[in-house]
C-alpha cells in the first residue's frame, strides 16, 4: 500500500483524510484489480441489482434452474424461486474431484493440539451424521435442531449435516446461560440438540452439559441431545445419546435431497429492542449465493490461501465467513477453540505464523485488545504469511486501523472493513480490495448489487458529511426473510420507519466520494466487543430479581469493548440494610444467570428513582450522559421528576 501522506500521526490521518491505494503487488495478483472495469460493474448492479446477482447464482450448482430471480411482496422476498439446491452438496461434494485432498479446516485447541479435516473428510463425516439422524432420529426437511458447542469441527459437522438434510440449525452461542438457550430451543421448537460436556478456553474447562441439561428439562420438543464427549469421564444422562456410537456404522454416503431455494438453513437469535429476542430466518439459495460472492470477492479468495476469521459460530461472522462463505469456496480455514492471548498475548501471531495464515478477519474490540497488551508481542513474530487484513462487528477507530495496518499488515496489506448483520446474512459494504482506496475508519463504499443511503428524519438522502440513518434501498439475496413466529415484527423493526426501504438501526454520515462512515446503533441496542445485546433484555433480567422495583440500561463509551454496560436501578423497599456492594455483586450474578456472561454489566448505578418524562417513558438520553460521566445536556423541561437522579451512594 502507498500512502498519501508521509507523517504517520494519527491526527494526520482524520484531518488529513489520509487515504491508501492498493500496492502494485496487491493488484497485480487480485481478483478484481481494474478500478475502471469494476466501477463499470459496479453502476450497473447500481441499476439492476437483480441482473448482478443472478449472474452470482450462476457459480452454484442447482439441480433445478430458477423460474424468477425475486419475488417482491414488499416486505417479504424470495430469491431464485423455482430453483432447487443442497447447501451442503454446494459447500462439499461439488468440491471432491478438485479439492478432496485440500484441507477445509485446520482446527487447533487452546493448548496446541491440531486436528485437520480435508474436504473429502469433512464429507464423510457430515453424510455419517446426516445418515443417523435420518435413520435413528427420523429427521427430516422443515425440522429444527438447536447446536450449543465450541468451536470444533463437529458443530461445523453438525450444521453441514442438518443443511443436507433440510433440517434448519438454530446455533446458541456457548456462553448463554440456559435460560437463554431454553428459550431459544422451545421458539425454534428443536426437535434435536448438539452439545458437547465441556469447551476449552482460558486454561479452564467449561461446563457446557450442566446448561444443556438445565436448559433441555424444560423443553418438550426435545426428542433427543447428541453429546459430544470430550471428558472420559462424562456420564450420559436420560435423553442423552452418546455423539460417537451415534454415527458409529453409519455410511459415509449419503444422496442428498435437493431443497427449495427459499427451504430456511438457519435461525439466529439475536438482540432487538425489546426483551425479546428475534429469531433471524435465512435462506438457502439467497443466502448462499451472497455469502459466496462476498467472500470472494472481498477476500480475493485463492487456492492458495490459509483464511482465518476469529469469529465463532454462535455468531453470524461463524455462519457466513467461517463456515457456509468459505467452504463454498472450496477454501482453506484456520479455527481455533481458545482465546487470542492465551496462555500469553502473542497466541493469535503465533498461531498465524504456525498455520501460514494469509487472511485474517477479527473484531475491532481484539485489535484493541493486542495493541494494549503491547507491541512486543507481535513484533516477536515473523508475519509475513499475511496478505489480507479484514475488520467486522463495531466502526474500527483510525488509531486501531493504523496499528493493524502498520504492525500486523507491515503497510502491504489492505484492510477490507466490513459492515453488515445477522440481518444482512453477508456483508454489504466493504471494500473491493484491489481496486477500493482505503480510508481509515470508513467500510468505503457498498458492495455490488446493495443500493445503501443515509437518510435524515424524513427518509430524504442526506447531503454528504450529513449525518443520518443508514438505510438499504433495494432487497438482496441474503437478506433475512422474517423473524421466525413473528412476521409483524419484521415489519415493524426494519421496514416501517421508512416507506420501502430497509432500516439498519444504525447511523452513519456519507462523504463527498460516497464512502460511508458508520457511527453505531441508535436504538436501544448495544455493541459491546462487536457483540449486540438489547438494553430491554438486560432490563428485564434485572427486573426479574426479588430486589429490584425498576431497571434502566445504557451503553457508555468504553476504550476497548467500544461500549460497555451501565445498568441504574431502583432497588424494591426492602426491610433489609442495603448493601449496594453485595447487591450489585448478586445483581451482576443474576444478569449472568439469566443471559450469559456477555451481559454482565460493567456498572450497577442505584437511584432512588429513575428519571422519566411525564408520559412515564425513561430518558435514556439522561442516563447515557450520565454513564459518560458527562454533564447532562439538552432539554430536561419534560422530565416528570427534574433534578432526580439521585444517586444512592455507599
Ligand atoms: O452497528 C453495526 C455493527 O454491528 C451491528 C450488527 O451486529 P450483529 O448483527 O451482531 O453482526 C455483527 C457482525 C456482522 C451493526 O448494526 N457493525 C458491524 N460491522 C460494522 C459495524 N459497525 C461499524 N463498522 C462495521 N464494519
Known amino acids: 500500500m502507498e500512502s498519501k501522506t508521509n507523517s504517520g500521526s494519527i491526527e494526520t490521518v482524520i484531518k488529513e483524510s489520509r487515504s491508501f491505494k492498493p500496492s502494485t503487488t496487491f493488484i497485480a495478483q487480485a481478483h478484481i484489480n481494474d478500478p475502471a472495469h469494476y466501477e463499470r460493474l459496479w453502476q450497473a448492479s447500481q441499476?439492476?441489482?437483480?441482473?448482478?446477482?443472478?449472474?452470482?447464482?450462476?457459480?452454484?450448482?442447482?439441480?433445478?434452474?430458477?423460474?424468477?430471480?425475486?419475488?417482491?411482496?414488499?416486505?417479504?422476498?424470495?430469491?431464485?424461486?423455482?430453483?432447487?439446491?443442497?447447501?451442503?452438496?454446494?459447500?462439499?461434494?461439488?468440491?471432491?474431484?478438485?479439492?478432496?485432498?485440500?484441507?477445509?479446516f485446520i482446527w487447533e485447541g487452546e493448548d496446541g493440539t491440531v486436528t485437520t479435516l480435508t474436504y473429502r473428510e469433512l464429507h464423510q463425516k457430515v453424510c455419517q451424521l446426516a445418515n443417523a439422524l435420518e435413520k435413528k432420529l427420523g429427521l427430516k426437511a422443515g425440522d429444527t435442531a438447536s447446536i450449543y458447542m465450541p468451536l470444533i469441527p463437529e458443530a461445523i459437522i453438525a450444521m453441514l449435516a442438518c443443511a443436507r438434510i433440510g433440517v434448519a440449525h438454530s446455533i446458541v452461542f456457548a456462553g448463554f446461560s440456559s435460560n437463554s438457550l431454553r428459550d431459544r430451543i422451545l421458539d425454534a421448537e428443536c426437535k434435536v440438540v448438539f452439545a458437547a460436556d465441556v469447551g476449552y478456553?482460558?486454561?479452564?474447562?467449561?461446563?457446557?452439559?450442566?446448561?444443556?441439561?438445565?436448559?433441555?428439562?424444560?423443553?418438550?420438543?426435545?426428542?433427543?441431545?447428541l453429546l459430544l464427549r470430550r471428558d472420559k469421564q462424562t456420564a450420559l444422562v436420560s435423553q442423552?445419546?452418546?455423539?460417537?456410537?451415534?454415527?458409529?456404522?453409519?455410511?459415509?454416503?449419503?444422496?442428498?435431497?435437493?431443497?427449495?431455494?427459499?427451504?430456511?438453513?438457519?435461525?439466529?437469535?439475536?438482540s432487538g429492542t425489546t426483551g425479546?429476542?428475534?429469531?433471524?430466518?435465512?435462506?438457502?439459495?439467497?443466502?448462499?449465493?451472497?455469502?459466496?460472492?462476498?467472500?470472494?470477492?472481498?477476500?480475493?479468495?485463492?487456492?492458495?490461501?490459509?483464511?482465518?476469521?476469529?469469529?465463532?459460530?454462535?455468531?453470524?461472522?461463524?455462519?457466513?465467513?467461517?463456515?457456509?462463505?468459505?467452504?463454498?469456496?472450496?477454501?482453506?480455514?484456520?479455527?481455533?477453540?481458545?482465546?487470542?492471548?492465551?496462555?500469553?498475548?502473542?497466541?493469535?501471531?503465533?498461531?498465524?505464523?504456525?498455520?501460514?495464515?494469509?487472511?485474517?478477519?477479527t473484531a475491532p474490540t481484539a485489535i484493541r485488545s493486542f495493541m494494549r497488551s503491547g507491541d512486543e508481542h507481535p513484533k516477536r513474530f515473523q508475519l509475513?504469511?499475511?496478505?489480507?487484513?479484514?475488520?467486522?462487528?463495531?466502526?474500527?477507530?483510525?488509531?486501531?486501523?493504523?496499528w493493524y495496518f502498520e504492525l500486523i499488515g507491515k503497510k502491504k496489506c489492505p484492510i477490507v472493513d466490513t459492515w453488515w448483520q445477522t440481518e444482512t446474512g453477508s456483508i454489504l459494504i466493504s471494500p473491493i480490495p484491489g481496486v477500493t482506496t482505503l480510508k481509515p475508519g470508513s467500510a468505503t463504499r457498498p458492495f455490488p448489487g446493495i443500493i445503501v443511503d443515509v437518510v435524515n428524519d424524513e427518509g430524504h438522502s442526506c447531503k454528504p458529511n450529513e449525518g443520518g440513518y443508514l438505510v438499504i434501498k433495494n432487497p438482496w439475496p441474503s437478506m433475512l426473510r422474517t423473524i421466525h413466529k413473528d412476521p409483524e415484527r419484521f415489519k415493524e423493526q426494519y421496514w416501517s420507519k421508512f416507506k420501502g426501504v430497509y432500516f439498519t438501526g444504525d447511523g452513519a454520515h456519507k462523504d463527498e466520494q460516497g464512502y460511508f462512515w458508520i457511527k453505531g446503533?441508535?436504538?436501544?441496542v448495544i455493541n459491546v466487543s462487536g457483540h449486540r445485546l438489547g438494553t430491554m433484555e438486560i432490563e428485564s433480567a434485572l427486573v426479574s430479581h426479588p430486589r429490584v422495583a425498576e431497571a434502566a440500561v445504557v451503553g457508555r463509551p468504553d476504550e476497548l469493548k467500544g461500549q460497555g454496560i451501565v445498568a441504574f436501578v431502583t432497588p424494591r423497599d426492602s426491610r433489609e440494610k442495603l448493601d449496594i456492594h453485595s447487591l450489585s455483586r448478586?445483581?451482576?450474578?443474576?444478569?449472568?444467570?439469566?443471559?450469559?456472561?456477555?451481559?454482565?454489566?460493567?456498572?450497577?448505578?442505584?437511584?432512588k428513582t429513575l428519571p422519566k418524562t411525564r408520559s412515564g417513558k425513561i430518558m435514556r438520553r439522561l442516563l447515557k450522559d450520565l454513564a459518560a460521566g458527562k454533564q447532562v445536556s439538552g432539554d430536561t423541561t419534560t422530565l416528570e421528576n427534574p433534578g432526580l437522579v439521585e444517586l444512592i451512594e455507599s
Open 47 to 104: 441499476e439492476n441489482p437483480e441482473n448482478f446477482w443472478e449472474q452470482q447464482a450462476l457459480s452454484l450448482d442447482w439441480t433445478e434452474k430458477w423460474k424468477r430471480v425475486h419475488e417482491w411482496n414488499e416486505p417479504f422476498s424470495k430469491w431464485f424461486t423455482g430453483g432447487k439446491l443442497n447447501v451442503s452438496v454446494n459447500c462439499l461434494d461439488r468440491h471432491l474431484s478438485r479439492h478432496g485432498n485440500k484441507k477445509a
Open 201 to 225: 478456553r482460558r486454561g479452564q474447562a467449561l461446563d457446557l452439559k450442566k446448561t444443556v441439561r438445565e436448559a433441555v428439562q424444560e423443553c418438550p420438543t426435545v426428542k433427543a441431545t
Open 240 to 270: 442423552e445419546l452418546d455423539w460417537n456410537a451415534f454415527i458409529e456404522g453409519q455410511s459415509s454416503i449419503h444422496v442428498p435431497q435437493s431443497f427449495d431455494s427459499e427451504q430456511p438453513l438457519f435461525f439466529l437469535y439475536t
Open 276 to 361: 425479546k429476542p428475534k429469531g433471524i430466518v435465512h435462506s438457502s439459495g439467497g443466502y448462499l449465493t451472497g455469502v459466496t460472492t462476498t467472500a470472494k470477492w472481498i477476500f480475493d479468495l485463492k487456492d492458495s490461501d490459509i483464511y482465518w476469521c476469529t469469529a465463532d459460530i454462535g455468531w453470524i461472522t461463524g455462519h457466513s465467513y467461517v463456515v457456509y462463505g468459505l467452504l463454498a469456496n472450496a477454501a482453506t480455514s484456520v479455527i481455533y477453540e481458545g482465546a487470542p492471548m492465551h496462555p500469553h498475548p502473542g497466541r493469535i501471531w503465533e498461531i498465524i505464523d504456525k498455520h501460514k495464515v494469509t487472511i485474517l478477519y
Open 384 to 402: 509475513d504469511s499475511l496478505r489480507l487484513l479484514g475488520s467486522v462487528g463495531e466502526p474500527i477507530n483510525p488509531e486501531a486501523w493504523m
Open 521 to 524: 446503533r441508535v436504538d436501544d
Open 586 to 607: 448478586e445483581l451482576k450474578a443474576h444478569v449472568v444467570n439469566e443471559i450469559g456472561a456477555l451481559a454482565r454489566p460493567d456498572e450497577i448505578k442505584f437511584t
